[in-house]
């Protein structure tokens, strides 16, 4: 097997690191061992990525593709297929002129897209927990820092560029190959190409964040619950609602988490915004309570890296309704 058109490097299953290669960068503990991949290619540059699809091509192997290694099911594990890697691929480009910031698939969000943005006075609406690589979150829509104000932060790709599975480079956006453009936002781990880079719209970065947080015994989660359904639709859309039980390390037991990050310009509109949150009837049954408290993302980002730390056991169950919202 030719591999010497690679930059980067082509493992096989007789290399003696090759299980570590396959799952070393999945996120979740739970790693899918009974499904190991034929051949597993640590991309380097987009070429890489060409010669990688041409080459499953001759093979009769399908592809997988792995950016972050944050999928907690490891959607890039699958039996008999090569496993592009772009772990090592990582670049990052904004324009000025345009307010377009251009990032290959694996560049974390939150560790190092918005680091490098907020040199720039600019944000981009990524995931959460700091180290989620943009490309699995934009393929699937991508629920990022206030989706409910902002929308799906898929909406703010512009254009992609991407190999096909003829193993070709080529942009995509609304007017050129408008197939894969529409399918990039939202496909997720289905899509039908590599994509190599993401061509983004950034906004400008919050002056201010501040942010509330109500706890909550869990024998009030009905009545607090309720209150908060009814009432959300009247909280700016300049915040960040997130209603979750969680233990914190300074209480003994789980609690009912209400919180509220405002993303606005001034503390005055912080406070406005969030103020509808204070009106809690219960909250003066809270365990504990911040109101309005001036934050940053980095302050954020720590918080989510603590809640969702790497190298533990995941497991998600989901549930379809059909009543009412």
Known sequence: MRTNMFTGTLHLPDDPDFDEICLGRVFN?????????????????????????RL??????????????????AWSVRRNALLIDLGNFREMAYDPHTGIVTATPSVK?????????????????GGHCPSVGIGGFLLQGGQGWNARG???AAENIVAIDVVTAEGELVRADETRNSDLYWAARGAGPGFFG???????????????????????????????????HGMHHTV??????????????????PVLLVTGVSMTDT???????????????????ALFRVEAQPTTLAEQLDGQRTANPEGHRYLVDNAWLTGPA
């Open 236 to 253: 700016s859309d300049l915040v960040e609602i997130v209603a979750l039980t969680q233990t914190p390390p300074d209480l003994d037991g």
């Open 150 to 152: 902002w929308g799906w």
């Open 56 to 73: 499953a091509l001759e093979r009769g192997w399908q592809v997988a593709v792995r950016s972050g290694g944050h999928s907690w099911a």
């Open 267 to 285: 503390p005055e509109e912080a406070a406005e915004a969030l103020a509808p949150l204070h009106a809690n009837p219960y909250a003066d049954r």
């Open 194 to 228: 590599v994509v190599t880079r993401f061509h983004l719209r950034t906004r400008p970065l919050p002056g201010h964040l501040a942010h509330t947080v109500h706890a909550y015994p869990l024998d009030l989660f009905d009545e607090v619950m309720t209150w908060l």
């Open 109 to 125: 969000g939150g560790d190092e897209l918005n680091p490098y943005l907020g040199g720039f006075g600019r944000f981009f609406n």
């Open 29 to 53: 503990a739970r790693r899918p061992t009974d499904r190991l991949p034929a051949a597993v290619l640590e991309a380097h540059t987009e070429q890489d990525v060409v010669e990688g699809v």
